[in-house]
């Protein structure tokens, strides 16, 4: 299962949440940005390659993730909870899409591509694996990253 949604990203960032979240923005931190991810249970935010502009996402469900894209810029990947009611939502604090899923859990692996074509919009592919094991790590850090010998796996929703 593919869908492709485009949308404009705004504050650097392209959250993937439940729908039922009362707050679904996280607070940000130093290591959070240097790491290039926020991530509490039932929302993660990544930091985009772009600080705002529009955004084509590819989101799938599959079995398992496979190798990482060898075009991948920044890959990471983190523990992500789809609902029972499957309703989760794909965004940036601009503009929010709404998606049903398969209920879960999944690891989420989110690769940021090089811009295709003429045009100069950002391509992102999110990745839920029904049958791998959940798990956080920056598997490909682009010269933006900053990452520590330890990830901030904790954040607060921001108020």
Sequence with gaps: MATRIDFEVSHG????FSSS???PFNEWTAQHF????TWWPGCVAFRTMTESGWHKVEVEV???AGPV????LRVIDVPFEVPADGAIEVGSIAQIIPLSLPAGSFPLRCEFMPP???REDE???LTFAKKDIPRFGVVRADPELSVGDELLTTAR???
Excluded: D, K
């Excluded at 894209?69 to 991948?72: E, I, L, N, S, V």
């Design 13 to 16: 960032q392209l959250v993937v």
């Design 21 to 23: 979240l009362e707050n």
């Design 34 to 37: 240097s790491q290039g991810f």
């Design 62 to 64: 599959v079995n398992h």
């Design 69 to 72: 894209h060898p075009g991948a």
């Design 116 to 118: 295709s074509g003429t």
């Design 123 to 125: 391509r992102v592919r």
């Design 157 to 159: 929703p921001a108020i």
